[in-house]
């Protein structure tokens, strides 16, 4: 790292520090940058880029299926979070952990063409914190209440294939979120939140997370700088 002072823009806090148990507060389990303004779901309509993203839902979607077809396996394979789901969860990662995954760049170039074109905020890469995939909830499945690891991110959520029956659902903090094909949910998952789908149909969106808007570029770089450096010399696997 090229100034120690660069560590300083964030508190790395442990789980068990400092830590709310009220749901409606946000308490990131790993990770904290003091400053940052907060909520549980936000108004898609802030955010420029929405209307394009719903205009591209049949694309992203027949992207999905290809991808699907060729590579039916998922790559979902955090031990952490294989803890948090009863059912089955298949994701088909973009980028993972921070790290871009050339074969779904290949097989999905509009999806990645939109990914990448966003802008205020950016597309989160260059953190173990960083995921865009597509996730797959089967039926009868559910991920049970949990806090993100950091308060870096918004978390947009775009809906491709949602069960008809209503029995499917998110919950942020004390807010109720109800998928709608085609119509991006931006949230900040260090919150609590849960979901649920307790159809016979499966739940498909593309999940991707965005740097929080408030970060300027410089703190964006020291963030990504600050873990390079910790994986460089061992700290992270």
């Not at 108004?43 to 060729?70: C, H, M, N």
């Not at 949990?146 to 998110?170: A, D, E, Q, W």
Request: aromatic residues 12%.
């Amino acid at each position: 790292m090229a100034n120690t002072s660069k560590a300083a823009l964030a508190t790395i806090l442990q789980s068990a520090v400092c830590r709310t148990r009220v749901k409606h507060r946000p308490a990131p389990s790993l990770f904290f940058f003091p400053g940052l303004s907060t909520q549980p779901v936000f108004d898609p309509s802030l955010f420029s880029w929405t209307k394009e993203l719903e205009s591209k839902r049949d694309v992203i979607l027949e992207e999905y299926k290809a991808l699907r077809a060729k590579h039916p396996t998922s790559d979902y394979g955090s031990k952490e979070e294989h803890k948090l789901h009863e059912g089955k969860w298949d994701w088909n990662s973009y980028i993972l952990k921070g790290k871009r995954q050339t074969d779904f760049a290949i097989h999905c170039p509009k999806t990645v063409e939109f990914l990448e074109s966003l802008d205020s905020p950016t597309l989160m890469r260059g953190t173990p914190f960083s995921f865009a995939f597509f996730s797959t909830l089967h039926p009868h499945s559910t991920i049970a209440p949990h806090y993100g690891p950091c308060n870096l991110r918004i978390r947009c959520h775009f809906p491709l294939i949602v069960p008809k029956s209503g029995k499917c659902g998110m919950q942020v903090g004390d807010k109720t979120v109800t998928w709608e094909e085609g119509k991006p949910v931006l949230f900040d998952d260090c919150y609590e939140h849960k979901v649920w789908n307790e159809t016979d149909e499966e739940r498909v969106l593309l999940l991707f997370d965005l740097w929080h808007p408030e970060l300027h570029p410089d703190e964006i770089f020291a963030i990504e700088d600050m873990f390079d450096e910790a994986k460089q010399k061992g700290w992270l696997k």
